[in-house]
């Protein structure tokens, strides 16, 4: 249904001959029982899964509330659509258009990773253009500029979720989650954490911004994440229901501390 969530195979993508491993990385795990990991590389990938699982969640989370804040007329469309789900299922969720443009849109302009990169695997000629890029050479792909190219995307920089009501644009202008074999393995995983924790949080409560907003971020850090967003935005419970109970929900999607700043890193 989102374009963003094609696997491998609708792009046109042959994984295995990406995957498969060179003579070099052969040799480096001889010796080595096939499928197994050394204690260095289970340390790795725990780390890996804690950073690449909440920050980017929870920037996410964080930079769509804070674009919810200042358009106010997508809140109310988004509050709209909420309102006529009938649970917040993963049946439902998924399929609300909007919800799920407002998390692309804010993806786009927001990617928490807002570089990856590839090596090259051999020597690689790019079209017609004379550049040749030689096999080891790693290629940074800024995923961040990507998605603010004028070329793909008109008015890159306004908040305009439409532009993922029906999709349009090349898949590869937009790489939030990566491309490839190597695409975010959490990609589907968060994409639910993210409806459900906005979809809980939107039909509960109108977000405003307290005051004029100012981001900052962690300089020379690959991920965006906002270092805190203290006193933005606001929120207003829309049933009366207690501040508590928003830091409730909150804290069950580990989300507490990046919108509102309460315990800021
Ligand atoms: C908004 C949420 C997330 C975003 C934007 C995101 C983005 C990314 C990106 C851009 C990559 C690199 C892909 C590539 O090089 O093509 C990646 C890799 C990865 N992500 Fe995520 N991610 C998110 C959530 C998660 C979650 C929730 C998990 C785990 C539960 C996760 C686990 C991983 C892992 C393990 C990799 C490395 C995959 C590999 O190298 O084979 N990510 N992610």
């Not at 358009?71 to 909420?82: A, I, P, Y």
Request: hydrophobic share 30%; glycine share 6%.
């Amino acid at each position: 249904m989102i374009d963003s969530e094609k696997s491998n195979r609708d792009l046109g993508y042959d994984s295995s001959s990406d995957v498969d491993p060179t003579p070099e990385e052969e040799s480096q795990t001889a010796g080595q029982p096939k499928g197994s990991l050394t204690p260095d590389e289970l340390t790795a990938q725990g780390m890996l899964l804690y950073i690449a699982g909440y920050d980017t969640t929870s920037a996410t989370i964080a930079h769509a509330i804070y674009y919810l804040s200042q358009h106010v007329d997508c809140q109310t469309r988004l509050f709209e659509e909420l309102k006529t789900c009938n649970g917040f299922t993963y049946d439902n969720l998924v399929h609300l258009k909007y919800l799920n443009a407002v998390i692309n849109e804010t993806l786009r302009l927001a990617p928490p990773l807002t570089r990856g990169n590839r090596e090259c695997r051999q020597d690689y000629k790019l079209g017609n253009t004379g550049i040749t890029i030689p096999k080891g050479t790693t290629v940074e792909i800024f995923i961040y500029a990507l998605h603010r190219d004028p070329d793909f995307w008109p008015n890159p920089h306004d908040f305009i979720p439409d532009r993922f009501v029906e999709p349009t644009h090349h898949p590869y202008a937009y790489l939030p989650f990566g491309a490839g074999p190597r695409v975010c393995i959490g990609q589907r995983f968060a994409m639910n954490e993210m409806r459900m924790c906005l979809a809980k949080l939107l039909h509960k409560y109108e977000f405003t911004l307290a005051q004029p907003p100012v981001l900052d971020y962690f300089r020379g850090s690959p991920l965006m994440s906002p270092k805190n967003l203290i006193g933005l935005p606001y929120y207003k419970d829309i049933n009366d229901i207690s501040y508590k109970e928003a830091d409730d929900i909150l804290d069950q999607s580990h989300r507490k501390c990046h919108s509102f700043g309460k315990t800021p890193y």
